[in-house]
């Protein structure tokens, strides 16, 4: 599917999950010149497994982490074949799950990527001209400091 001069492919729900919902949202890629993001919605391992299963080109520059960081998504696999520069995670600042999990944090740690998290850091914004990506970052009263 075309919008403008960007393409979107939807990756999932690849199949319907009638006992987890959040393997029901969707997942998307945007490619827009150069660049590539992967938005996995709330998807969790089963989800991704099928996504990866599927055979959908997966590598991108930015990956919108599934599930807020939930230690049941972003598997070691699914994070390999998206193999992102930057990941950016959406929580909120001191929720009761306890989003993102600290082992979502060790897995994009040893991944390398750059870590953007709207819990920390306030409204994370990133911005394409189809060969560059900028990121910027709106602070809420929560942020630590600048995006990395």
Not at 86 to 115: F, K, M, Q, W
């Given at each position: 599917?075309q ?11 690849v199949?319907?999950?009638e006992?987890?919902?959040n ?10 010149g ?18 990866l ?7 991108c520059?930015?990956?919108k ?22 990941v950016?995670i ?9 989003h ?19 819990d ?19 602070p809420?009263?929560?942020?630590d400091?600048?995006?990395?």
């Amino acid at each position: 599917m075309q919008v403008g001069e960007a393409g979107i492919t939807f990756l999932g729900p690849v199949s319907y999950d009638e006992e987890n919902p959040n393997n029901n949202s969707v997942a998307f890629r945007l490619d827009y010149g150069d660049t590539s993001f992967v938005f996995s919605g709330d998807a969790e391992w089963e989800e991704e497994h099928e996504i990866l299963e599927s055979g959908a080109e997966l590598a991108c520059d930015v990956l919108k982490l599934g599930h807020h960081g939930s230690s049941n998504a972003s598997s070691y696999r699914f994070l390999r074949e998206t193999n992102p520069e930057a990941v950016v995670i959406s929580c909120g600042y001191d929720n009761s799950y306890g989003h993102p999990h600290r082992e979502t944090l060790e897995r994009i740690e040893d991944l390398g990527a750059a870590l953007y998290r709207t819990d920390t850091q306030g409204t994370i914004a990133v911005f394409s001209d189809g060969e560059h990506l900028e990121f910027a970052q709106e602070p809420s009263v929560h942020s630590d400091g600048p995006a990395p």
